[in-house]
């Protein structure tokens, strides 16, 4: 009986899943291997318990200590404008739930992920071991900062808005590597996507209006 319902529950997510895919298809996610990551994503893992109920919509949701799991539509933009390898090494900055950083661990080798809230990154931890994903690490910092001692990358998602250019991580970036960022100091932002030239410049293209959580200097003091 129980497996039974257990069974059940499965195939209504992957249902839901397959309603969000097409949604974001239409939306000109294209890319299938990020189609695929999300599709095989239980979005619901990564909401509270009030919220579970609207894990498959295709809006963003919010998680503990003030913060938000990102509109899946826009993960899926994000992690194709990112064009991620299978080969890449990748720092996202912000774990937040872990979702997008789960994601990511689909699309590539490695992935780094900061985050400044020790309880938004322990409940994430718990998700990537509940997961199995082995190819995630994991660091309590100030993202802004970058992950030097692990640099440079071939790919940076930031997933707070950045006040302006996030100078110190596009240092930390290949000199042909690709990194995505929402900028801006008001409530909403410019999604940018800045790409290497290989000769230390940057070719930076403007991709849409987004609206995240910013970026905080330090890391947060309460838990
Ligand atoms: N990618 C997340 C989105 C979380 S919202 C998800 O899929 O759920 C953005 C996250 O960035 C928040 O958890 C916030 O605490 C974190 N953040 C903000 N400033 C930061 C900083 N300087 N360093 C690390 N994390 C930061």
């Avoid at 997961?131 to 790919?155: H, K, M, S, Y």
Wanted: neutral net charge.
């Amino acid at each position: 009986m129980a497996k039974h319902e257990s069974d059940h529950d499965g195939d209504e997510a992957s249902v839901q899943l397959a309603r969000l895919v097409l949604s974001l298809r239409s939306q000109g996610v294209s890319n299938p291997r990020v189609l695929a990551a999300i599709e095989s994503t239980p979005r619901e893992l990564f909401t509270p318990d009030l919220f579970k109920d609207r894990a498959f919509e295709d809006s963003a949701l919010p998680i503990a200590c003030g913060q938000t799991i990102s509109q899946p539509y826009i993960v899926g933009l994000m992690s194709q404008a990112l064009e991620v390898e299978p080969r890449s090494r990748v720092l996202e900055i912000g774990t937040g739930s872990g979702y997008q950083t789960t994601i990511l661990s689909k699309l590539s080798r490695l992935v780094y992920t900061v985050e400044r809230y020790r309880t938004l990154l322990g409940e994430a931890e718990a998700r990537f071991k509940q997961l199995g994903l082995t190819n995630v690490i994991t660091r309590f910092g100030d993202g802004g900062l970058g992950w030097p001692e692990q640099a440079p990358f071939d790919r940076i998602l930031v997933t707070a808005a950045a006040p302006d250019e996030p100078k110190a991580l596009l240092a930390q970036l290949k000199p042909k590597g690709v990194l995505v960022a929402p900028i801006g100091k008001g409530p909403v932002q410019s999604l940018k996507r800045y790409t290497g030239d290989g000769a230390g410049g940057f070719r930076i293209e403007v991709m849409t209006d987004v609206r995240f959580v910013p970026l905080l200097d330090g890391v947060a003091k309460e838990l």
